[in-house]
């Protein structure tokens, strides 16, 4: 680990309220483009703005893990007060997601794609790439630089190691269809993801 990252002191906002996450799903999905997403570890503080999100609203999105209120010992989470966080793997990546909905209605915004803004040298040690614009842009990506797992499952979002701060605002948002759900019937449909027009670092 290298030096920077051990000493360098970063001054950011402070975590949101819980009122925060109270919003509706899909108002909340956009209101979080251009938030800071954070992690803090013993290696150092990573993050950056959040630039892309999908939402999922169940238990009637046929997309969402909750669909038909289904409730695992995965989805449990989903089901508790809004502002968790929902972590899960896929294909070997830990996925993040914020818990929205309030208690007993199982939804959640996916964070899709950060920009780097804390702890870029760590990101790049963790990640194993040279290439900056590679670095957070998809859900897998970026967990892995902010050092996010699985033992964030059901973290407050409100309060540290695992945050969301306030940001910037973004000027543009463009809305289009999820990703990666191609056999949800007419769910695939839904324009449930949000960005930050022009961002580089949306997932490709």
């Not at 040279?130 to 979002?157: C, F, H, N, V, W």
């Amino acid at each position: 680990m290298s030096q920077e990252n051990t000493k360098k002191n970063y001054i950011i906002p402070a975590p949101v309220n819980q009122e925060f996450f109270e919003q509706p799903t899909l108002l909340l999905a956009r209101s979080l483009l251009g938030c800071i997403l954070a992690k803090e570890t013993r290696d150092g503080l990573a993050g950056g703005y959040i630039v892309e999100t999908e939402a999922y609203i169940g238990p009637g999105d046929k997309a969402a893990h909750s669909y038909l209120n289904r409730r695992t010992k995965r989805t449990e989470v989903m089901f508790g007060e809004s502002g968790l966080a929902y972590t899960y793997v896929m294909h070997t990546h830990c996925l993040v997601n914020v818990v929205s909905g309030g208690i007993g209605k199982p939804e959640a915004v996916l964070i899709r794609a950060v920009e780097p803004v804390y702890g870029e040298g760590l990101m790049h040690e963790r990640r194993g790439v040279d290439q900056t614009i590679k670095l957070t842009s998809g859900p897998g990506k970026l967990t892995k630089a902010l050092g996010i797992t699985m033992e964030d499952y059901g973290r407050r979002l409100t309060e540290p190691p695992l945050f969301i701060a306030k940001g910037i605002g973004p000027e543009s948002i463009s809305t289009g269809t999820r990703i990666g759900i191609g056999n949800s019937g007419e769910a695939k449909d839904y324009p449930w993801r949000f960005w930050i027009t022009g961002n580089p670092f949306v997932s490709k």
